[in-house]
Every structure is written in structure tokens, then in C-alpha cells.
């Protein structure tokens, strides 16, 4: 969940496995490691340290998003399905 919207949600092995949202895959990025000196990829955005209101409207990660484009700052996304219970609020991943 991201400024009060859920922006993935999947059965959790499926989540741990095969992240989709960039947002989801920097909260994964930022467990640490269970065995010490092997490293994972990492995926870390820039925190968001404003305290601004949700004004856009369009996605609420956006000015965080590495793969954000024009229509993210303006159209607001439901859900898009990316799997049999798999579902993503991002137009570039649901495209893949």
C-alpha cells in the first residue's frame, strides 16, 4: 500500500517471487539479506519525505517511479491482471 492505495496484490508466495510493481519490488528490496555475504539486486526508489496531500490524478507513485511515463501523471489506473490472482496497478507492467 502506497498513500493509502494498494498498488499490488497477489497470493504472498506469488508476491515474494514475482513482484511486479516497482513500489513492491523496493519494499522487497529493503529486507535484509538472511545469509550474510550473499546479495540480492536491488530495486530502491528515492523515499518520498514530503508530507503533501494526494493531489494528482494519476498514480500515486509517480515522481518515484523508475519506468513512469506522460499518462502516470495524468489518468488515474485500476487494477490491471497480470496473473490468475495476480493483480498490479501499473499500465508498463501489466503491458509486459
Given at each position: ?78 487494477f ?11 499500465w ?5
Open positions: 500500500m502506497y498513500k493509502g492505495q494498494i498498488m499490488e496484490s497477489a497470493p504472498a508466495e506469488e508476491l515474494f517471487e514475482t513482484p511486479r510493481h516497482p513500489y513492491t519490488l523496493s519494499l522487497l528490496s529493503a529486507i535484509p539479506d538472511p545469509v550474510p555475504g550473499i546479495r540480492r539486486k536491488t530495486e530502491l526508489v528515492e523515499p518520498d519525505l514530503s508530507d503533501s496531500l494526494i493531489t494528482s490524478k494519476g498514480c500515486r507513485f509517480q515522481g518515484r517511479c523508475p519506468i513512469e511515463e506522460p499518462r502516470c501523471l495524468e489518468e488515474k489506473i485500476g490491471e491482471k497480470v496473473g490468475e490472482k495476480h493483480l498490479v496497478r501499473c508498463k507492467v501489466a503491458e509486459k
